[in-house]
């Protein structure tokens, strides 16, 4: 009895100590500290080692301007057993809110000569100062500390208060002693320098930046500062400077390397740099010892990009270049990346969808996972959707379905099908399968599929005979057989005809699209501004901004005009999917620095 009378005491105690708790930081988060320093005093009374209730009272007591009081609870701390420096902190603080300066020096140098007593109290210490705003004193105290103990390692702190400061130079200069003592911590500083740099290379923090590198990269000839600068070289979209260090990073570091070089190039493409692109994946095949991976995805995007550079012209010279490949690589379960791009090659570039329907069906007969074959099925899929032979693709994408249940590949194949069935004018089943995708993980597949199903019943309940929506269908799959001039005389009858109709902003935006493919630039233009002017409140309003963003920044070269289409996007339509990507582009294009 005695016990259990002695656990229901204990146990009301800490229940009251906790309710007093709550009540105390509630009245000290709201300001009313007259009411908050009751029951700090008490609870600083009854649990004496609780620091947090104590700097808490102390906090109350110098809001109140209770000072002395602040004092006694202070000292009690300095003449308690082994008192910690940070008091003499605390102490000059209290001064300091006095406007006692000459006596809060005195107590905040006690406290920085600590640090030559024991170095290891120096990350207290100075995160106390930090907590004061007292930046000089921090920063002292780490520099101070990493001086007497060299395995102290107080750069990124420094790095923050340098930061705060706005002293750049010395900022990057403790980020890069960050990576000079460990290299594995480059990603870590380059999402700090991340904050400070720009696209710009002429921008004063690019600078300081880059001639710290180079005076490193001096002193101690080491690959990371080659890393670093071909990491700087691509945030400001120098990619020949970039490729130059990466191939120096290479003679050095061969293993490996060729990995960095193949995600140099795909960035370039990104950044529509491809002559640079195709550039850097020669240098890769040249330099690449085995017929790996590595090698075939370079000699791939390379046809893939001589291809595209001279506007589809050289399919003879990709051909050969195909048909050594196939020589090389064979057949085989580890070269199906090729097999597919042949196939692609065939039908796409060269209209033989026989022949490329032949060499994956030749291709499917290996010995295969469940993820390799459905790839070569969606692929095969994907040409007997080209040679207009839609119920043979339908089986093979609902077998990907079924095989890969939840799976991406799986919805995108969902999302095939309904296409699929847009061609051929079944635009019921088409709806009943984008019904399903609206809710996929793929946010660009759910957004494909909204838009495909907007397009549909809207357009299918205004005209019973969906007379216009039948020909945007067949303009849609003209485009997709790359004919694309046919494409946009379709779409240009839908225009004269069925003006009024809400295909015709649908029936712009895929002209345009289809118009600066063909290089049409100003007619594309035309397209876009038509959208914005007659159907700006529509919900393609929002495509037709980043468009015409897209159009001036990476073709035409009006950064002004690209920066206003952004903003248009960021202020009016934030519920759309393009709003991240305008408001990343329009931040780049002002001069911000983008993490």
């Known amino acids: 009895m005695r016990i259990f009378i002695l656990i229901l005491a204990l146990c009301f105690a800490q229940l009251t100590v906790a309710q007093n708790s709550f009540l105390a930081k509630q009245y000290f988060d709201d300001g009313d500290f007259d009411k908050a320093v ?36 202070i000292r009690k701390n300095l003449h308690s057993d082994n008192p910690h420096p940070v008091y003499f902190i605390d102490l000059g603080h209290n001064y300091t809110l006095q406007g006692n300066d000459e006596e809060a ?20 210490l100075a995160y106390k100062f930090q907590g004061y705003s007292l930046l000089d004193y921090a920063a002292k105290t780490y520099s101070k500390a990493m001086q007497l103990n060299p395995e102290l390692d107080f750069n990124f702190q420094l790095a923050r208060i340098y930061g705060e400061q706005g002293n750049v130079d010395k900022m990057f200069s403790s980020l890069l002693n960050i990576i000079a003592n460990d290299p594995n911590k480059i990603p870590t500083v380059i ?92 240098y890769i095949v040249i330099n690449s010892a085995y017929q790996d991976n590595i090698k075939l995805y370079a000699e791939l995007k390379s046809i893939s ?100 249940k939840n799976d991406i590949l799986a919805q995108n194949a969902r999302y095939k099908v309904a296409k699929a069935s847009f061609y051929k004018g079944d635009f019921d089943w088409a709806l009943a399968q984008l019904k399903v995708l609206r809710s996929s993980t793929s946010q660009l597949i759910a957004n494909d599929a909204m838009q495909l199903s907007l397009l549909i019943s809207d357009n299918t309940q205004q005209d019973s005979t969906k007379t216009a929506l039948k020909k945007y269908a ?9 004919k694309r001039t046919e494409a946009i005389i379709v779409l240009d009858d839908i225009l004269k005809n069925h003006k009024g109709e809400k295909i015709e ?17 100003e007619e594309a233009e035309f397209n876009y501004l038509k959208i914005i002017e007659f159907y700006g409140s529509g919900i ?18 009006n950064t002004e005009k690209a920066k206003y289409h952004y903003e248009k996007i960021i202020y009016g339509y934030q519920d759309s999917y393009y709003f991240p990507l305008a408001r990343k582009e329009f931040r780049k294009l002002r001069g911000d620095a983008i993490n």
């Open 540 to 557: 393609l309003a929002d495509d037709a901004h980043y468009a015409l963003g897209e159009l001036y920044r990476n073709i035409l070269y």
């Open 38 to 73: 009751i029951f700090y005093e008490k609870l600083v009374k009854e649990n004496p080692r609780r620091s947090d209730y104590q700097t808490s009272l102390i906090s109350c007591y110098q809001q109140l301007e209770r000072y002395i009081d602040a004092e006694k609870e």
């Open 191 to 282: 999402r700090s320098l991340d904050d400070f740099i720009t696209t710009d290379s002429d921008n004063l923090n690019n600078i300081i930046l880059r001639k710290l590198i180079l005076k490193k990269a001096q002193r101690n000839p080491d690959i990371i500062w080659n890393e670093m600068l071909s990491w700087l070289f691509i945030q400001q979209k120098q990619f020949n400077s970039a490729f130059t260090q990466e191939k120096a990073i290479y003679k050095r570091s061969p293993e490996g390397s060729l990995r960095r070089l193949q995600t140099l190039a795909n960035i370039c493409v990104d950044e529509n740099e491809k002559e640079i692109a195709q550039e850097i994946y020669n």
């Open 105 to 124: 020096t005195k107590y905040y140098d006690l406290a920085y000569a600590q640090v030559e007593v024991n170095p290891r109290d120096s990350y207290g």
């Open 305 to 404: 990009l001589d291809l595209e550079l001279s506007n589809n012209k050289n399919t003879e010279a990709a051909q050969k270049s195909y048909d050594i490949l196939l020589e090389t690589y064979g057949y085989k379960t580890n070269s199906i990346v090729l097999q597919i791009e042949y196939a692609n090659f065939l039908a796409f570039q060269k209209n033989n969808s026989d022949e490329a329907i032949s060499v994956l069906k030749k291709s499917l007969k290996l010995e295969l996972n469940r993820y390799e074959e459905a790839k070569l099925k969606m692929s095969l899929a994907d040409i007997l959707v080209y040679n207009k032979r839609f119920n043979e693709a339908l089986i093979y994408y609902t077998q990907i379905q079924k095989d890969l």
């Open 474 to 482: 067949t303009a849609d799959l003209l485009a997709y057989q790359n």
């Open 505 to 521: 902003d649908e029936a712009l935006l895929r002209q345009a699209e289809l118009l600066q493919q063909e290089k049409k630039y």
